[in-house]
């Protein structure tokens, strides 16, 4: 079935370092959802990308969206501990079809 | 702001009794979610609602569950027959449109013993 593949599992990086996630799904994606999740806590939605190699910005956080509408990056420029948590990618199958299909998650681990 | 609202925050049940999980949807939202995540693991999508049935649903939603809107606002998912591995956080989730922001309720965590 279709799958979105999510890169690493998880990263520990030191306060002021920066972080990336990937992921890649096996077939093209209507749009891609990125959800942030602290410890203890529910996803929250981040920003969704819908078009092809469409880049957006939130403040420190870059998020991209691949030509082919089949991988998608977050990056964060000089982590803070309030960044810590998972960070899903979700994946929409088309346009009719609203299920997501959720990453794994890559887990931001600030050492201490 | 309004928000999804998931009640109880946690159920303790015994292996092969009914439970039900209840959420109450952001209010002028269409579509409706239901998810589990089993501890430290990935978001799994369940089923979702739309205009009172089940829009779609994926292979873990089985004749063990079933979701019910009994009102205006209350959207429920019923295990009939719980079993140990359905021990998780379930999530409540809702949307304007489909394919749209979902906004997540805090969850119910269900232990199953």
């Known amino acids: 079935g279709q799958q979105v593949m999510q890169i690493p599992q998880y990263q520990h990086v030191q306060e002021g370092e920066d972080f990336t996630t990937y992921c890649n799904s096996s077939t093209t994606l209507s749009n891609i959802q990125w959800y942030k999740q602290r410890p203890g806590g529910h996803p929250v939605f981040l920003i969704q990308l819908v078009k092809s190699g469409e880049v957006k910005k939130q403040k420190r956080l870059t998020f991209q969206f691949g030509e082919a509408k089949k991988n998608s990056s977050l990056h964060i420029t000089a982590t803070q501990t309030t960044d810590v948590g998972t960070y899903f990618c979700a994946g929409g199958r088309s346009v009719s079809n609203y299920q997501l299909i959720w990453g794994a998650g890559t887990k931001l681990i600030i050492k201490p | 702001e309004p928000e999804v609202t998931q009640t109880p925050s946690h159920q303790v049940t015994q292996m092969g009794q009914e439970v039900i999980l209840r959420c109450v949807p952001i209010?002028?939202?269409?579509?409706f979610y239901w998810y589990r995540q089993i501890l430290g693991q990935k978001v799994e999508f369940l089923v979702s609602?739309?205009?009172?049935?089940?829009?779609?649903k994926s292979e873990i939603f089985d004749d063990q569950f079933s979701v019910e809107r009994p009102d205006g606002s209350n959207f429920t998912l019923k295990i009939r027959s719980t079993k140990l591995e359905d021990s998780a956080m379930y999530f409540c989730a809702s949307s304007v449109e489909g394919g749209n922001i979902q906004y997540f309720g805090a969850g119910t965590r269900l232990s199953v013993l």
């Open positions: 609602f739309y205009n009172n049935e089940i829009s779609e």
């Open positions: 209010s002028n939202h269409l579509y």
